[in-house]
Nanobody, 116 residues
Framework: QVQLVESGGGLVQPGGSLRLSCAAS????????MGWFRQAPGKEREFVAT???????NYADSVKGRFTISRENAKNTVYLQMNSLKPEAAAVYYC??????????WGQGTQVTVSS
């Protein structure tokens, strides 16, 4: 099993920045890709960004150039740096990890609110 704990959400004004963190524990040796998804009220969960063991990243078109995903292997942590935040970015952000099972693991989510 893999446990994921997100942190770093909160309230930010439009144009502001936030950095989300996702700490993984458990059978982390089996993880080969981690990422972030988000779900706004009344909408389906959507892909935001992923990063694999090689450090290759992938982003949704809506966040390219403004969001950056990174990982710190020594801390088993993945980050999502979000800049130039827009009101439509408001959502619950979920961390995801995928292993070679393949099994998919989710964190509990962290709320991001973008409002003036």
């Amino acid at each position: 099993q893999v446990q994921l704990v997100e942190s770093g959400g909160g309230l930010v004004q439009p144009g502001g920045s936030l950095r989300l963190s996702c700490a993984a524990s458990g059978r982390i040796f089996s993880i080969y890709v981690m990422g972030w998804f988000r779900q706004a009220p009344g909408k389906e969960r959507e892909f935001v960004a992923t990063i694999n063991l090689s450090g290759i990243t992938n982003y949704a078109d809506s966040v390219k150039g403004r969001f950056t995903i990174s990982r710190e292997n020594a801390k088993n942590t993945v980050y999502l740096q979000m800049n130039s935040l827009k009101p439509e970015a408001a959502a619950v952000y979920y961390c995801q990890a995928v292993n070679y099972g393949p099994d998919v693991y989710w964190g509990q989510g962290t709320q991001v609110t973008v409002s003036s």
